[in-house]
C-alpha cells in the first residue's frame, strides 16, 4: 500500500509521468493535507465525501476545457 502523497510524489519525479494532471480525491480534510497535496504537484484536491459536479468542475479546470 502507498499513500496518494507517496504516489503523487513518486509520479512527479518520473520523467514519463511528471506532467501528468493528478486530481487528489481523498478522505484526508484538514488544511494542512490540502497544502501538503498541492505543494507535492497536485493539480486538485477533492475531500469525500464530494459532489460529482464539484470532481467535474476540478477536472475541467485542469485539463483546460470549458462548460
Do not use: M, N
Not at 507517496?6 to 519525479?13: M, V
Not at 509521468?17 to 505543494?39: N, Y
Not at 484536491?45 to 470549458?66: H, N
Amino acid at each position: 500500500r502507498v499513500s496518494g502523497f507517496k504516489l503523487l510524489t513518486a509520479l512527479r519525479r518520473h520523467p514519463q509521468t511528471h506532467g501528468i494532471p493528478v486530481v487528489l480525491v481523498t478522505a484526508k480534510t484538514e488544511h494542512k493535507d490540502l497544502l501538503v497535496g498541492l505543494s507535492l504537484g497536485a493539480d486538485g484536491y477533492l475531500s469525500k465525501p464530494f459532489a460529482v459536479a464539484a470532481l467535474r468542475t476540478i477536472v475541467q479546470k485542469v485539463l483546460g476545457e470549458t462548460g
